[in-house]
């Protein structure tokens, strides 16, 4: 997973610093859509996300994630 999310967040350009709340890359995929891309289910993707939200390296809302701390998930991804 946190593979996944560090390609998706390596692929995106930049954020614009003008742009409010675009200091923070954001990954616009469901649960779902994401475990897909990782090639798990869709439960055992929510659970890792929940378990790195309460890390503090993203936040979750509705179809969007934001990744809060780019380094630390690159240590989770090896």
Known sequence: MATTLD???TAQPP???LRPGGRHPQIA??????AALAGTSRE???KVLHDYADQ???R????RITVLDTARLK????
């Open 7 to 9: 390609t998706l967040t």
């Open 15 to 17: 954020a614009s610093p």
């Open 56 to 58: 503090g390296l993203l």
């Open 44 to 46: 055992t993707c929510t």
């Open 29 to 34: 995929l469901t649960h779902e859509q994401l």
């Open 60 to 63: 979750l809302a509705r179809g």
């Open 75 to 78: 240590d989770a991804a090896g």
